[in-house]
């Protein structure tokens, strides 16, 4: 029976005189056997330092695989109880190896195709895999096994899609798909209920895609967004929603105006260096606001009870529809029963720390919004600074 895991050893003598010896836990491989010749039960605990045992108690176990530990305090007890263990074999206590005791593998990083493990597995206490240049299409399956994995780099494959596979990385916090072949946002990120509530970091730079898709909003956990250096025309209205975005970089890319929505975010920092921006002064179109039709009336219910709908339930056309929603500076879905404005708005509005978008040092952008009613273009015509104070 053996148990490889982070020990502490206590001296309850110690606890007793309140006193308390400071110690650290070390890797180390626990056994319960018999000893030869006296064929006594005893516990044994090797650590690299003293690789062929002592034997003590008091100890604290760490880092140990649950079932293991279970199973290993069960025999304990029984041990402890003075239970008949006849019926259990127990090997005889020997010296362990270095490498059983070795602490778990954590960190791997492939950077040439000749060092991807195409034989041996990847060790399945990893924390961190980078797997770079090795013109990978598809994702690895035995990646989705990886059940600690917190950071995944993929960056300078040839990927072009990500597989549902990745909502069992429960953990992964961190994907970086930097210099792939994605011409299309991998939705299936956003769709997954693991990643909308694990993935804080998302990097999708120089590759080819044309637009952040709505869904974007559902990673509401997202903190860094990265995609610089692709062709980028349009952000999402409901961009407003990532409440914990901090850092948003999408330099090199087609922009040529900002959602309204974007200015309710609050980054540290902020990158559009080198879009399409064109420069307006224009303020509002309209007068007045029409009485919605009964198709825009069913929309807004729609988006904003948040019902769900796909293609499997709605027409095409109604899908596209909803997806096309924008959003009031009040917070309102509408669609094309609102009224439209552009103005030039000061990044600083929504960080301090900016970098210009042109050779020039501007640091202003035009901004889109829509005014879902009358009262909302009443509040605009009024002050329309309001929406940014
Ligand atoms: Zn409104």
Same mark, same amino acid.
């Given at each position: 029976?053996?148990?490889?895991?982070?020990?502490?050893?206590?001296?309850?003598?110690?606890?007793?005189?309140?006193?308390?010896?400071?110690?650290?836990?070390?890797?180390?491989?626990?056994?319960?056997?018999?000893?030869?010749?006296?064929?006594?039960?005893?516990?044994?605990?090797?650590?690299?330092?003293?690789?062929?045992?002592?034997?003590?108690?008091?100890?604290?176990?760490?880092?140990?695989?649950?079932?293991?530990?279970?199973?290993?305090?069960?025999?304990?007890?029984?041990?402890?109880?003075?239970?008949?263990?006849?019926?259990?074999?127990?090997?005889?206590?020997?010296?362990?190896?270095?490498?059983?005791?070795?602490?778990?593998?954590?960190?791997?990083?492939?950077?040439?195709?000749?060092?991807?493990?195409?034989?041996?597995?990847?060790?399945?206490?990893?924390?961190?895999?980078?797997?770079?240049?090795?013109?990978?299409?598809?994702?690895?399956?035995?990646?989705?096994?990886?059940?600690?994995?917190?950071?995944?780099?993929?960056?300078?494959?040839?990927?072009?899609?990500?597989?549902?596979?990745?909502?069992?990385?429960?953990? %992964?916090?961190? /994907?970086? #798909?930097?210099? !792939?072949?994605?011409?299309?946002? +991998? &939705?299936? *990120? $956003?769709? =997954?209920?693991? @990643?909308?509530?694990? %993935?804080?970091? /998302?990097? #999708?730079?120089? !590759?080819?895609?044309?637009?952040? +898709? &709505?869904? *974007? $909003?559902? =990673?509401?956990? @997202?903190?860094?967004?990265?995609?610089?250096?692709?062709?980028?025309?349009?952000?999402?209205?409901?961009?407003?929603?990532?409440?914990?975005?901090?850092?948003?970089?999408?330099?090199?890319?087609?922009?040529?105006?900002?959602?309204?929505?974007?200015?309710?975010?609050?980054?540290?920092?902020?990158?559009?260096?080198?879009?399409?921006?064109?420069?307006?002064?224009?303020?509002?179109?309209?007068?007045?606001?029409?009485?919605?039709?009964?198709?825009?009336?069913?929309?807004?219910?729609?988006?904003?009870?948040?019902?769900?709908?796909?293609?499997?339930?709605?027409?095409?056309?109604?899908?596209?529809?909803?997806?096309?929603?924008?959003?009031?500076?009040?917070?309102?879905?509408?669609?094309?029963?609102?009224?439209?404005?552009?103005?030039?708005?000061?990044?600083?509005?929504?960080?301090?720390?900016?970098?210009?978008?042109?050779?020039?040092?501007?640091?202003?952008?035009?901004?889109?919004?829509?005014?879902?009613?009358?009262?909302?273009?009443?509040?605009?015509?009024?002050?329309?600074?309001?929406?940014?104070?």
């Amino acid at each position: 029976m053996r148990l490889t895991c982070d020990v502490e050893v206590l001296d309850r003598m110690l606890a007793t005189a309140n006193l308390r010896k400071a110690s650290k836990p070390v890797r180390a491989q626990m056994a319960i056997g018999r000893s030869s010749p006296s064929n006594n039960v005893y516990m044994m605990i090797c650590t690299t330092k003293d690789k062929s045992g002592s034997e003590q108690f008091g100890q604290s176990f760490h880092k140990a695989d649950v079932i293991q530990l279970k199973s290993f305090l069960n025999v304990l007890r029984q041990v402890v109880q003075g239970k008949t263990l006849d019926k259990t074999v127990f090997s005889v206590l020997a010296p362990v190896t270095t490498k059983k005791i070795e602490r778990p593998k954590t960190v791997m990083v492939i950077t040439t195709k000749k060092n991807y493990p195409l034989t041996t597995n990847f060790p399945s206490t990893l924390e961190t895999l980078q797997v770079n240049d090795c013109n990978m299409r598809r994702i690895d399956s035995r990646i989705f096994q990886l059940r600690n994995l917190v950071s995944l780099d993929l960056s300078d494959n040839s990927l072009n899609d990500v597989l549902d596979g990745i909502g069992s990385l429960q953990m %992964l916090a961190e /994907l970086i #798909l930097k210099n !792939n072949k994605f011409q299309k946002f +991998p &939705v299936t *990120i $956003c769709k =997954l209920k693991t @990643l909308q509530k694990s %993935l804080s970091l /998302l990097d #999708l730079s120089d !590759n080819q895609i044309r637009q952040l +898709p &709505v869904q *974007i $909003c559902e =990673l509401t956990n @997202l903190m860094t967004l990265k995609a610089d250096n692709n062709v980028i025309e349009q952000i999402p209205p409901t961009i407003g929603r990532l409440q914990n975005l901090k850092s948003v970089s999408l330099a090199g890319n087609k922009l040529t105006v900002l959602p309204a929505g974007f200015m309710r975010l609050r980054l540290e920092n902020v990158d559009l260096y080198g879009n399409s921006f064109i420069i307006t002064e224009n303020e509002t179109t309209a007068d007045s606001v029409d009485v919605p039709t009964l198709l825009e009336c069913a929309a807004r219910y729609v988006r904003k009870y948040r019902l769900p709908y796909s293609e499997e339930d709605l027409h095409p056309h109604l899908c596209r529809y909803l997806d096309s929603a924008r959003v009031c500076w009040c917070g309102s879905f509408c669609f094309q029963g609102s009224v439209g404005y552009t103005r030039m708005v000061d990044l600083r509005a929504v960080t301090s720390a900016i970098t210009a978008v042109d050779t020039t040092g501007r640091t202003a952008v035009p901004v889109q919004g829509y005014l879902c009613s009358p009262q909302c273009l009443n509040k605009f015509k009024t002050d329309p600074n309001a929406y940014w104070k």
